[in-house]
């Protein structure tokens, strides 16, 4: 099991704080990256829902339907404190397939909803896709560099994954380099260009959902960094 150094400290959660779900497809990187962050500010809880009967945009969409808004819901999204749900997904064969354009309307009708159903509180993207092509590592790969990789250096690997290890030299260590998040969101930022709706080839929506992290936890990641130069 990942766990943060020992020095980065952990906080409880506030009752009233701000709840970032993630859905996500694997059960293993995109855990053990979001895990960084989470007890860094009481202000923020991150919950990570891995997948359970399959990983493509449907049955994570099914997922987070049960485990969020349906009667036998684990969690709850409270929209007073404008929580929000992300899909952190790969866009694979899913895009040919059409999955994620109905994960996308999903969301839609989700955020539609918020206001129809409590009067008081105003229509925002509770529910979003941070999606990512070819998979989650390109966004483990702009903790590091500013530009795109380059594809004939990825071919010479038998996988993006792999290229992606072999470019961070000791691969990517979950205990320390989620602290590069900044870094990170610059860099996948301006390197992001979509086609129609989706993210370009070396390219991801994730800073969209590094950003609002950052936003709570900004100064304790500025402290950490200072403390493993």
């Not at 959660?13 to 990187?29: A, N």
């Not at 895990?35 to 202000?43: I, P, Q």
């Not at 994570?60 to 999204?77: G, P, Q």
């Amino acid at each position: 099991m990942i766990q943060r150094r020992r020095d980065y400290g952990k906080r409880e959660p506030s009752r009233d704080c701000h709840k970032i779900y993630i859905v996500c497809e694997g059960k293993g990187t995109e855990p053990d990256y979001f895990k960084f962050f989470e007890g860094l500010s009481s202000n923020l809880q991150v919950i990570t829902i891995p997948p359970q009967d399959g990983t493509d945009p449907i049955k994570l969409m099914e997922r987070a339907s049960h485990v969020l808004i349906s009667d036998e819901r684990t969690y709850s999204v409270e929209y007073e404190h404008h929580d929000t749900v992300w899909f952190v997904i790969d866009t694979d064969t899913w895009e040919q397939e059409g999955k994620i354009v109905s994960l996308r309307v999903f969301c839609s009708q989700m955020n539609s909803n918020i206001p129809k159903t409590f009067d008081e509180i105003k229509i925002y993207n509770a529910w979003n896709v941070a999606q990512s092509n070819p998979c989650f590592e390109i966004w483990l790969y702009y903790h590091f560099y500013e530009n795109k990789p380059l594809e004939d250096e990825v071919e010479k690997h038998s996988s993006f994954k792999e290229y992606v290890h072999s470019a961070i030299s000791g691969g990517f260590n979950f205990e320390r380099d989620p602290v590069r998040l900044e870094d990170a969101i610059k860099n996948a930022e301006r390197n992001y260009l979509t086609d129609k709706e989706n993210p370009q080839r070396f390219t991801t929506e994730t800073f969209l959902l590094g950003k609002e992290i950052n936003g709570f936890v900004n100064t304790d990641l500025k402290k950490l960094r200072n403390k493993i130069r």
